[in-house]
């Protein structure tokens, strides 16, 4: 709740919104493929596992964004499931139905626990989650009221937390894919992308225990596959927007590799580091020089 509290409050002000505002694009396009590109190499490193699986996956994605571009994913899905049918590894004994019913608990003032888990747990939202969301949406075309999202995200933690949904934030990864053009071709309709996943995340609330245990029947290789080939466009839109203005290039690869590379100081994720490093090279290559008198 402190934690949640202290969102609000960087909302309310503007702080962050005026932070965030110093941010190029290019950079937050950058930081996007990076955090991006590990589910993208990890859908193909599957292959050592699940040959057969995986490169079936694979070949159908590309044959379906020929044809049914929009269904491509789904189709993906399909042809995965019958595979793993096929070959025997569907482990139905994993499935569990059970409902999800929230729990309230009493919150209880504690010096130490705002010292070690809120005040972290404040930075890193801010810094590993909201941070890369913000750029994600700008990197999409977007430019919507910062604050007003920031605020309303803490008063949401605020509300929920004594039931356990703490530290709500922008939801970069999710976002990249509902703001991207196979959403939808006209970027005034992407809407229904963001409606259609509150209501998928509702109903996965409600069976949450159920949906850790579906994804459980399958072979991990599928789901890495799956997620990887459903972001290949995003990061493709996301390095193309990057290296784009070639004289903002070097920066935002710096930001890239930082990113791409996971780097963790002191436990804050590699999308703010590579949004900071890329910040100090884009001031070094690109502040005006004072001329001599």
């Known amino acids: 709740m402190v934690c949640a509290a202290l969102i609000v409050l960087v909302g309310v002000t503007g702080w962050f919104e005026r932070a965030m505002a110093r941010i190029p694009q290019t950079l937050g396009a950058a930081m996007l493929a990076g955090v991006l590109l590990r589910f993208g190499m990890d859908a193909f490193r599957s292959l050592e596992g699940e040959f057969v699986l995986v490169a079936t996956m694979a070949l159908v994605y590309l044959v379906a964004r020929r044809f049914w571009s929009r269904y491509a994913i789904p189709l993906v899905l399909l042809v995965g499931l019958a595979v793993v049918a096929a070959q025997g590894h569907l482990r139905l004994d994993e499935l569990h139905v059970a409902l999800a019913r929230p729990v309230f608990v009493m919150p209880e003032l504690s010096l130490a626990a705002i010292a070690s888990v809120a005040l972290p747990l404040f930075i890193v939202t801010m810094a590993s989650q909201n941070v890369p969301g913000v750029a994600v949406i700008r990197a999409a075309g977007y430019e919507p009221p910062i604050s007003p999202l920031i605020t309303w995200s803490g008063v949401s933690a605020l509300v929920l937390a004594p039931f356990g949904a703490f530290a709500i934030n922008l939801a970069a990864i999710v976002a990249a894919i509902g703001m991207g053009k196979d959403a939808h071709d006209d970027p005034s309709k992407r809407y229904v992308s963001g409606v259609s996943f509150g209501a998928f995340f509702i109903l996965f609330g409600l069976f949450g225990a159920t949906v850790a245990s579906v994804f459980s029947m399958f072979p991990k290789e599928m789901v890495f596959a799956l997620a990887g080939l ?16 070639e004289s903002r290039r070097e920066p935002a690869l710096i930001t890239f590799l930082v990113t791409a590379s996971g780097l963790q100081l002191l436990g804050i994720g590699a999308a703010f580091w590579g949004i900071v490093v890329g910040l100090i090279a884009s001031v070094i290559l690109h502040a005006p020089l004072r001329e001599p008198a």
Request: aromatic content about 0%.
């Open 230 to 245: 459903a972001l290949i466009g995003t990061i493709g839109s996301g390095l193309a927007a990057a290296v784009g203005d």
